[in-house]
């Protein structure tokens, strides 16, 4: 069950604080210029210390010559997670999204092959947590290999808490877990409460960095 409320008014600061109380906004379309909040019942995370990595995988991204950046083009990889048949990313969102970026409270982490933007994943971050809002994928696995560097960067950083809001089962295959919205305000209230992590104060990590922590079973 996920309770939701329409918005009169929002703004960038009053969607930090929402994220905050374990809340975040949609649409019901890109169409729609309604946006609500949304607090789900049930609560999809990444536990970082146990993404998987088949062996498959690790394969692929050991041998993939992708070019990974960080925020190198934010609205690009925003536009890509919108650009699907549905899509919760309405331009009010997009608007506040960039406003966030601009803050230093949202980022990007890309796939290049050559010039072209072939992956990526997106979120906020505030404290120790990072709120992951979409990826998309224009290469076979572009999603799962954005995702392996950014949960290596994210603990590396000093991340504790990656919240996917749903679980899917393409997160499911990769460790994410479904908590209950008591135990995950209790790790958000964590990740709030021991400082700031900061994205940007390392580099991103190599790809034998990516997979040696992870589990490789398959």
């Known amino acids: 069950m996920t309770s939701r409320k329409d918005l009169p008014t929002l703004d960038a600061d009053l969607l930090l604080r929402a994220y905050a109380m374990g809340v975040f906004p949609m649409a019901d379309s890109r169409d729609d210029p309604r946006v609500f909040w949304v607090d789900p019942e049930a609560r999809g995370i990444i536990p970082l210390d146990r993404f998987h990595i088949s062996r498959s995988l690790a394969r692929t991204i050991r041998r993939t010559p992708y070019q990974v950046t960080l925020n190198r083009d934010f609205e690009g990889t925003v536009t890509a997670c919108a650009d699907r048949e549905e899509s919760w990313i309405n331009a009010t969102i997009f608007g506040l999204y960039k406003d966030l970026h601009a803050m230093g409270h949202a980022h990007s982490l890309e796939l290049w092959d050559g010039s072209d933007l ?47 809001q749903f679980l899917t089962p393409h ?18 209230e964590t990740a709030l409460s021991e400082g700031r992590a900061d994205i940007l104060a390392y580099p991103l990590p190599d790809a034998y960095s990516v997979t040696q922590r992870s589990t490789q079973t398959s």
């Open 171 to 188: 997160l499911a295959s990769l460790g994410a877990e479904e908590i209950t919205r008591a135990a995950y305000h209790d790790l958000l």
């Open 118 to 164: 072939v992956g990526g994943v997106y979120g906020v971050t505030l404290g120790r947590a990072f709120f992951g809002e979409s990826m998309f994928s224009r290469r076979r696995d572009a999603s799962k290999i954005a995702l392996a560097y950014l949960v290596a960067h994210l603990r590396n950083t000093g991340f504790t808490l990656f919240d996917t």
